[in-house]
């Protein structure tokens, strides 16, 4: 059964400063791997989506790697803004299976 | 504008009742799911459907029924026999499966009188 940990579950950092949020799964036999934010009572906004075949994906100021044998991802953040203050939340999906699997999430502050 | 709405934002339910979540999408995708946020945890998913007049449990679908009867819409209701229905309540869609990009819709908080 595959499980996904983040770890911390709350981080908070100064603006200006590059960041590492942790994305951990147990099975490596993964489709691909999605980072999501949420904002507080709202929905989940898909950030990157990396494919099984790839080691890293580039939006903006968000950078995600993959390592499937090692069962880790993770995703920077350069230049943190207050603005992107929120959870971030990981999630994998395997091959054949119709479901993703997601982490607890990580709550980021960026204080001014 | 292209997007999943969810009504109503908050909904109360009251012992013995059974209520119904709506989800409606415009971006002409075929797979559409539910997945159910408690506070500090990740999201479950209760069902999912690929296509109209199909729809498949997920990992928590006890206490919980769907319906597909047209592509854009996968209501959600929660009856009588989920005896812990407070949560925050997402749906979601993506083109065909899981394995694509995932769109969400803003949630709906139920909470129990």
């Known amino acids: 059964k595959q499980e996904v940990t983040q770890i911390p579950a709350a981080l908070s950092v100064p603006e200006g400063e590059n960041l590492v949020l942790n994305c951990s799964f147990t099975d490596s036999a993964i489709y691909n791997l999605q980072w999501f934010r949420q904002d507080p009572g709202k929905g989940l906004t898909s950030l990157l989506l990396?494919?099984?075949?790839?080691r890293e994906q580039t939006s903006g100021r968000l950078n995600a790697s993959l390592d499937k044998s090692s069962g880790r991802s993770t995703l920077y953040i350069a230049a943190s803004q207050p603005g992107d203050s929120a959870t971030y939340l990981c999630a994998v999906s395997s091959r054949g299976a119709q479901k993703l699997v997601f982490g607890q999430g990580t709550r980021l502050t960026i204080n001014p | 504008d292209g997007g999943i709405t969810q009504s109503p934002k908050y909904l109360f339910r009251k012992e013995g009742q059974n209520v119904t979540l709506s989800c409606e999408q415009n971006l002409n995708h075929d797979a559409m799911y539910w997945y159910r946020q408690d506070p500090g945890q990740g999201l479950r998913l209760i069902y999912y459907?690929?296509?109209?007049?199909?729809?498949q449990k997920g990992d928590i679908a006890e206490g919980y029924s769907v319906s597909r009867e047209k592509k854009e819409s996968f209501p959600l209701t929660v009856t009588s026999a989920q005896k812990n229905p407070t949560a925050f309540y997402l749906c979601?869609?993506?083109?065909?499966?899981?394995?694509?990009?995932?769109?969400f819709g803003s949630g709906t908080q139920l909470s129990v009188l």
């Open positions: 979601a869609s993506s083109i065909q499966g899981a394995g694509e990009k995932l769109f």
């Open positions: 990396i494919q099984s075949s790839q």
């Open positions: 459907s690929q296509i109209v007049n199909d729809f």
